[in-house]
């Protein structure tokens, strides 16, 4: 492309003999950086912002160090003149206002600070530009924080996903839901299926280089039973013989696990169990070494080791975790170097850093699938399975009529699923005939539209016939399209007619139950849509997730939405913990449904050894709980993947802990540098490092001070107390138990008990808050309940990116809200002044979430200019797009305050005769009236600094920024109550120290404060 003719312009300097030529603002840049006169399209922005800031870097620094002569008072002001060789470049109106005469000393410094302020601005806006990835690293997302990776304590999907990939068990799951042999090359089944022999492998390593024996496994197994482990999954080995007793404290080990050697591990159950060998495959059987698990103790999960293809290399919590690949791993050698997880929880930003090219794999949320499954491009790349899950209606089977299976028959016929499918889920599930999964042995497609239950006496197949497929065969036809022939199918007539035979005439309220999530709100209301149109009168009740869990297990319900995922791929998982009248409440059967015949037939089946005979029970269990009906069997949800083009090898994974990351291999055509560490971004500490400079500066050199910053201290002691008392009260009286979101989703009172007693909370309130003083007056926060992870640590290593967060953002708010406040104060009632007051009462109405999408959609996905989330190793261009989100709102309310204050000020009689003396209006408000208006502008600065250094939620979760604010909330959610005392706390204690620097900073602003006045 030709280069532009360069022109030059005549300007008049202030020595009317002398002319001047300047050159154009490109020429001048390309100067100063050496640069081309022409950039391209792509590198543009970029280069233009980084010749902006070296001539505004040097500017400043000349601008507030150069001496300048002194004003004659008796003279003409526009006729001074600085000693600047930048000075022809500028209008006289813009020379006014930089170029001002000091005659203050103190003022050059107060000068420097703004040009540093400015110099930050300027940062911002050279930081736009593409971040180089690494393509020899996977790039895969979290949509929330692993619980943890010790295999004792995993109870969620995050946990057991990444632990595949660094641990083992004695056997795992293959794509195709097939046991096949991990640590154990091999193993025996006694006749009667009680005695599991396995042999392991000679060359199975942990990452520490010690040699995985028989004996790690009987720890790891003994470990996750250990009456003081917590672990919330020992049901899992409860079936061992002796388990009961070693969990009791009645003995020092478990009978049934023995060791015939340091290859050979013998286990004996106490009753056969048919699913024990998928019981095996769970993570909470992976193994551990002794000395490592010993040496970390209630850390592990942070420097948990394995033997498996990967192992832990960094973990920053709430932010991303690394993982590495294992060069000595026994199977399967890794085609990755490594593996990048990044916790981003809002499904926008997931889509939009794929999109980006910053991951690698998603798994495509419903909001976004309509587009993403019509695009031409990606419609390539996209896989499916049809999930291990049911989603369901759930009955309360005690309360009338719900315990008539006649009215639960009748609502099933009542809803019409496919059409909610179609709608609500765009075709993201398949509808459910029964609750077992379409790919599980033990689904029967022959189930009857109305089943009834199967005869008493239905003969099994004959023994030792040929197992039947481990996966059922399905039907090429897209899931988006599946209707099932059979089941309960949509009947709005014969609901009515039946509802109406078994209930007498008068409307009775039911309160349908769900969690706090859009999502379930669009499906109960299309629920609700259906069973109102077939006469029932329905009330929608939502509630925090644990306060969902507690009202549901404890039968407050009448009816409730809730999913049903796969711990192992067996139908019995899908029968079992959901049905079984042993299970009420929190064990599964939250239903309440209780049918002797079924208890009989699943345990039978449990028990039975042979495939094809235990097949035929699961398929008469089947029968028997859909004719009665304790669900509405709604769908079974599809899972869609999307790869990127360069990404091979990647299959949609069976179960959760099935994939471990062995088969997915990155083809690009080149290798991009990896994103280093950057301490760009702290230079936007620069704002609260100089006003706590300045603050606490001032109280060095005014010693007098000291009383008075002691009684502010000595009387913030009884707030703090105060503040935890009032919050400690408040979380307890809040719906919801925090054992139950720690246990997952099947565990026994007695687990739940028990886990109660370890975090005291069976103790008396008093006793409680009284430990808790007790921790806190010996410098310490407690433990997370989750992680386990001491509170303490954890504030510690957020609050540095927050304090990053929040000196971006009120540098932004700072300089846009004064700047805007000063232009509208001078030009006060002119259109100018009209422009900018409607641009900040958009930004005082606009909700942070909706700019921060709205940015990330315009500047990360559209122009492809920043990344849409993350911290980046410091890199600044992390911090442009949180920090306008987060510092607009506040700027619009500074440009407001600044606008009254200085309008209050210019009305007062010394502005009036410094006008007089003939200096130009802007020079007027900014050198002698801003400094006067600045108390008011400087309390709601202080306030918005505290708000800002106590974590903005919605901006660091949009943006998957690892602060403050995410870390209350994620604790908010689970009920984690030593991390939100702990965060009130903090925030507490900031709010205080603001305080009193704004107190200080009053003395330094205006004199009369300092005089006393």
Request: charged residues 20%; glycine residues 6%; hydrophobic residues 40%.
């Amino acid at each position: 492309m030709p280069r532009d003719e360069t022109r030059t312009a005549r300007m008049e300097c202030s020595n009317p003999a002398t002319e001047c030529h300047s050159e154009p603002f490109a020429v001048i840049l390309s100067k100063a950086k050496n640069l081309p006169l022409y950039f391209p399209p792509q590198r543009k922005l970029r280069e233009t912002s980084y010749s902006v800031l070296f001539i505004s870097c040097v500017f400043a620094v000349k601008h507030s160090l150069s001496p300048f002569t002194s004003l004659n008072q008796k003279s003409e002001t526009r006729n001074w003149k600085p000693h600047s060789p930048f000075c022809p470049h500028f209008s006289p109106t813009l020379r006014s206002c930089l170029f001002f005469p000091i005659q203050n000393p103190k003022s050059k410094i107060q000068n420097l600070l703004a040009s540093l302020c400015l110099c930050s601005l300027l940062l911002l806006l050279s930081s736009c530009g593409r971040v180089p990835r690494d393509y020899s690293t996977l790039q895969l997302s979290l949509s929330q924080e692993p619980t943890s990776l010790d295999p004792a304590m995993i109870v969620d999907v995050p946990g057991g996903s990444v632990a595949a990939k660094i641990l083992n068990g004695l056997v795992r799951f293959d794509d195709k839901m097939n046991v096949v042999p991990d640590v154990a090359s091999a193993w025996q089944i006694s006749p009667d299926g009680r005695v599991y022999t396995f042999v392991l492998r000679p060359d199975v390593y942990f990452h520490n280089g010690r040699r995985l024996t028989a004996r790690d496994v009987k720890y790891s197994f003994e470990r996750v039973l250990s009456p003081s482990s917590g672990s919330r999954r020992k049901w899992l080995f409860e079936p061992i013989l002796g388990a009961r007793e070693f969990i009791e404290g009645r003995a020092n080990e478990v009978a049934g696990i023995s060791l015939v050697n340091d290859d050979t591990l013998r286990i004996s159950l106490g009753k056969p169990l048919a699913v024990f060998l998928e019981f095996m495959a769970m993570p909470n059987a992976y193994i551990v070494p002794r000395e490592e698990a010993e040496r970390w103790g209630k850390d592990f999960s942070d420097h948990v080791v394995g033997a498996g293809p990967f192992s832990l290399k960094e973990w920053k919590h709430d932010e991303i975790l690394r993982l590495a690949r294992n060069r000595r791993y026994f199977g399967e050698t890794p085609h990755v170097d490594s593996i990048s997880y990044r916790v981003l929880p809002e499904d926008f930003t997931r889509v939009a850093e794929f999109e980006a090219g910053n991951l690698d794999i998603i798994e495509v949320p419903t909001a976004e699938f309509a587009r993403l499954s019509t695009d031409p491009f990606w419609q390539m790349h996209m896989q499916s399975r049809v999930g291990l899950n049911t989603y369901y209606l759930g009955f309360n089977c005690q309360k009338s009529p719900m315990n008539d299976p006649v009215f639960r028959r009748a609502v099933n016929l009542a809803i019409d699923r496919k059409k909610i499918v179609d709608v609500t889920l765009q075709g993201q599930a398949q509808p459910a005939i029964g609750p077992v999964p379409p790919e599980l042995m033990g689904y029967d497609s022959s189930l009857a539209r109305h089943s009834e239950p199967p005869p008493r006496h239905s003969e099994p197949p004959p023994r030792h016939s040929e197992p039947p497929p481990r996966h059922s065969e399905r039907s090429e036809e897209s899931p988006l399209h599946v209707s099932s022939p059979t089941g309960y199918t949509y009947d709005p007539d014969r609901a009515r007619d039946l509802l109406l035979s078994q209930r007498d005439t008068s409307r009775r309220s039911l309160k349908l139950y769900q969690s706090a999530d859009r999502r379930a709100l669009e499906i109960t209301e299309a629920i609700q849509y259906y069973l109102e149109k077939a006469g029932l009168d329905i009330q929608i009740v939502q509630l925090e997730w644990t306060a969902f869990k507690q009202a549901v297990n404890d039968g407050d319900a009448d009816l409730f939405l809730l999913s049903w995922y796969a711990d192992y791929p067996d139908a019995e998982n899908f029968l079992f913990p959901v049905f079984h009248s042993s299970n009420w409440g929190a064990s599964g059967n939250r239903s309440f449904y209780r049918n002797p015949q079924f208890d009989s037939l699943i345990e039978q089946a449990q028990r039975e050894i042979d495939p094809q005979r235990r097949f035929f029970l699961y398929q008469q269990a089947e029968k028997l709980v859909t004719a009665e009906a304790p669900w509405v069997f709604l769908w079974h949800r599809t899972d869609f993947f999307l790869t990127q083009p360069w990404v091979t090898g990647f299959k949609p994974p069976a179960i959760y802990n099935s994939d471990n990351g062995t088969t997915v291999a990155i083809e690009h055509p080149h290798e991009g540098a990896s994103s280093r560490a950057s301490v760009a971004g702290w230079l936007l500490l620069t704002p609260i490092v100089v006003v706590f400079s300045v603050g606490f500066g001032y109280l060095i050199l005014r010693p007098a001070l000291l009383p008075f910053i002691a009684r502010r201290l000595l009387f913030a002691v009884p707030t703090l107390l105060g503040v935890a008392l009032i919050v400690f009260v408040i979380l307890k009286l809040t719906p919801g138990d925090p054992a139950l979101a720690m246990v997952g989703e099947r565990a026994d009172k007695a687990t739940i008990e028990q886990i109660r007693r370890d975090l005291g909370l069976d103790e008396p309130l008093p006793a409680q808050f009284f430990r808790y003083l007790i921790l806190i007056g010996n410098g310490e926060l407690g433990r997370s309940y989750y992680t386990n992870r001491p509170v303490a640590l954890s504030l510690v290593e957020k609050f540095p990116n927050t304090l990053r967060l929040a000196g971006a953002a009120i540098m932004v708010s700072i300089l846009l809200g004064v700047s805007l406040g000063v232009i509208s104060a001078v030009k006060h009632n002119s259109l100018i002044d009209r422009v900018f007051g409607i641009v900040s009462v958009l930004g005082i109405s606009t909700p942070v979430f909706w700019l921060a999408l709205l940015l990330v959609l315009v500047f990360a996905y559209k122009l492809n200019w920043l990344p849409p989330s993350g911290m980046g190793n410091g890199a600044l261009a992390y911090l442009v797009l949180p920090a306008i989100a987060l510092g607009t709102n506040s700027a619009a309310f500074i440009a407001r305050v600044t606008r009254s204050s200085m309008l209050e000020v210019m009305s007062q009689p010394f502005i009036t005769a410094v006008k007089a003396k003939g200096v130009s209006p802007m020079a007027v408000a900014l050198k002698h009236a801003l400094r006067n208006a600045l108390i008011p502008v400087t309390t709601l600065i202080g306030i918005d600094m505290g708000s800002y250094l106590n974590g903005s939620v919605l901006t660091e979760t949009i943006f998957g920024w690892d602060g403050i604010g995410r870390y209350a909330m994620t604790a908010i959610l689970k009920h984690d109550y030593p991390v939100i005392l702990g965060t009130v706390l903090l925030g507490s204690v900031v709010f205080v120290a603001i305080n009193l620097l704004v107190d200080l900073l009053y003395a330094v602003i205006d004199p009369r404060i300092r005089s006393g006045e």
